[in-house]
């Protein structure tokens, strides 16, 4: 499973930092989380998840150029096809944690990929088009819930689970992340589904080369 974690975090670690710029520009998340605790960085991670995955789908119901951009996005990376789905597709749906191992913590974020198909497509004047608030949705658990889906795989497809709340903020302000030292520090540990960790790893480099965020210093 380890194999992953070069897909993985860099990009993670870039999505959370341009959900997180968006939120800040949008009023919704203080510019300084460095002292952020347990539950606080929980919310600030939430919206900077949501912002971040759903970034690509921003204005594609105004700009024909934006909306051309944002279906070969979403096509390429959350329509499944399937003959024996109705209409022979179906879409991505998965569902990670994202907590720490320390207990007491509160820090516990849950990340659903396409949660109500249903609503993954609005009607506009200029015709149909994606709907950018519901490609994801993220939810702020508390302990108890958390442990309580952990293990569950109806309701969780991989676990991220940082060592502390500090691991994460480290992660946040690193301008690298550094693989084999997040490894050998035990700073982070994967469990669950192995094709799920490449899925959400292929995700999040193709909103970097969809949008050219810069790399990392």
Do not use: W
């Amino acid at each position: 499973m380890h194999a992953g974690f070069p897909c993985l975090l860099p990009n993670l670690q870039k999505t959370l930092k341009l959900g997180a710029n968006a939120a800040i520009d949008a009023g919704e998340l203080p510019a300084v989380l460095d002292k952020a605790q347990g539950r606080l960085l929980a919310g600030g991670m939430a919206v900077a998840l949501r912002l971040g995955f759903g970034y690509l789908l921003r204005d594609c119901q105004l700009d024909a150029e934006q909306a051309a951009k944002a279906n070969a996005f979403f096509e390429e990376n959350f329509i499944i096809i399937d003959p024996l789905a109705p209409g022979g597709q179906r879409y991505y749906q998965g569902k990670f944690l994202i907590r720490t191992s320390r207990r007491g913590d509160d820090m516990n974020v849950l990340l659903k990929f396409c949660p109500n198909p249903d609503a993954l497509y609005i009607d506009t004047p200029f015709g149909r088009a994606l709907n950018s608030l519901a490609l994801v949705d993220t939810e702020v658990l508390d302990e108890n819930q958390a442990d309580r889906i952990e293990n569950d795989p109806s309701k969780v497809d991989l676990v991220v689970k940082f060592k502390d709340v500090q691991s994460i903020i480290g992660l946040l302000g690193r301008g690298g992340v550094d693989i084999v030292g997040l490894l050998l520090e035990n700073l982070v540990q994967l469990t669950g589904h192995v094709g799920h960790l490449f899925k959400l790893g292929a995700i999040a480099t193709d909103i970097q080369l969809s949008l050219d965020i810069p790399k990392a210093a």
